[in-house]
T-cell receptor
Framework: SQTIHQWPATLVQPVGSPLSLECTVE??????LYWYRQAAGRGLQLLFY??????ISSEVPQNLSASRPQDRQFILSSKKLLLSDSGFYLC????????????FGEGSRLTVL | QKEVEQNSGPLSVPEGAIASLNCTYS??????FFWYRQYSGKSPELIMF????GDKEDGRFTAQLNKASQYVSLLIRDSQPSDSATYLC?????????????FGKGTKLSVKP
């Protein structure tokens, strides 16, 4: 069966510091991968998605970036965090592209101080 | 601006009752509709999806779709305290972009023993 893991689960970072969140999927190949953010009082916001290695689509202009160095690995990064980057970051995967049938990882809760 | 609206709640129902969760959407071209359950502090979990007008049943859950009224609902029969969670509605009109999957902010359901 397929599983998805992301880490770290919780982190507290100062403004201006870098960020790296990692996500891996097991039990499937060529997954479609996503990064979402859930901020307090807001719906899930798509940040990036990838339909294959090296293929990254960005949905929201911001100071974040994503990379997919391997088929089942997805990384979310920032060089300098802003207060507004605080939130619950969720990695997800799907079998098909352009679908709402998503399977989410455990999430990473980021607090920027 | 495409919108998905949900009553934030909390919706409180007694154990054994039917919980009715509602969602409206603004984009008439929407094609696919999803319900996710999110326990406090956890990641969302897909519980139902529906693509055609009418009802779709899965165990104690029934999804109802009315495209003419731009309305989708989730009924939970014989509600249990373990159903207490936030329920997210998601609506998609992909148009070639995963960004066209829009999530509502969710309705918090509380099932009282």
């Amino acid at each position: 069966s397929q599983t998805i893991h992301q880490w770290p689960a919780t982190l507290v970072q100062p403004v201006g510091s870098p960020l790296s969140l990692e996500c891996t999927v097991e039990g499937t190949s060529n997954p479609n991968l996503y990064w979402y953010r859930q901020a307090a009082g807001r719906g899930l916001q798509l940040l990036f998605y990838s339909v294959g290695i090296g293929q990254i689509s960005s949905e929201v202009p911001q100071n974040l970036s994503a990379s997919r160095p391997q088929d089942r690995q997805f990384i979310l990064s920032s060089k300098k965090l802003l207060l507004s980057d605080s939130g619950f970051y969720l990695c997800a995967w799907s079998l098909r592209a352009y679908t709402g049938e998503l399977f989410f990882g455990e999430g990473s809760r980021l607090t920027v101080l | 601006q495409k919108e998905v609206e949900q009553n934030s709640g909390p919706l409180s129902v007694p154990e054994g009752a039917i919980a009715s969760l509602n969602c409206t959407y603004s984009d008439r071209g929407s094609q696919s509709f999803f319900w996710y359950r999110q326990y406090s502090g956890k990641s969302p979990e897909l519980i139902m999806f529906i693509y055609s007008n009418g009802d779709k049943e899965d165990g104690r859950f029934t999804a109802q779709l009315n495209k003419a009224s731009q309305y989708v609902s989730l009924l939970i029969r014989d509600s249990q305290p373990s159903d207490s969670a936030t329920y997210l509605c998601a609506v998609a009109n992909y148009g070639g972009s995963q960004g066209n999957l829009i999530f509502g902010k969710g309705t918090k359901l509380s099932v009282k023993p």
